[in-house]
């Protein structure tokens, strides 16, 4: 099991910068994909962004690509998202996933909250 806990969300003016983090614990992760979803109210949630074990693999949504940036520290056993330039549609709940195989059986955190206002 791996369980994992995000923090770094809150409320910001729209063209603000947030990071955030997400601290694992449990099973090793350093050779496990990871990765930042979102759901919005009254949505599904969706990828933001995605690593792999060594960082030569990443993935943004073209909603975020430019803006924000993910990164991971595997001696840490942490995973981060700078989020950059935000505007209010990135309002949502961000959650932190762990692919130990594929993305069907990954683990997930509790989620944080990022509201940005115009």
């Known amino acids: 099991q791996v369980q994992l806990v995000e923090s770094g969300g809150g409320l910001v003016q729209a063209g603000g910068s947030l990071r955030l983090s997400c601290a694992t614990s449990?099973?090793?992760?350093?050779?496990?994909?990871m990765g930042w979803f979102r759901q919005a109210p009254g949505k599904e949630r969706e990828v933001v962004a995605t690593?792999?074990?060594?960082?030569?693999?990443?993935y943004y949504a073209d909603s975020v690509k430019g803006r924000f940036t993910i990164s991971r520290d595997n001696a840490r056993n942490t995973l981060y998202l700078r989020m950059n330039s935000l505007k209010p549609e990135d309002t949502a709940v961000y959650y932190c996933?762990?692919?130990?195989?594929?993305?069907?059986?990954?683990?997930w955190g509790q989620g944080t909250q990022v509201t940005v206002s115009s």
């Open positions: 449990g099973r090793t992760v350093s050779t496990y994909g």
């Open positions: 690593i792999n074990w060594s960082g030569s693999s990443i």
């Open positions: 996933a762990v692919n130990p195989s594929s993305w069907a059986r990954a683990f």
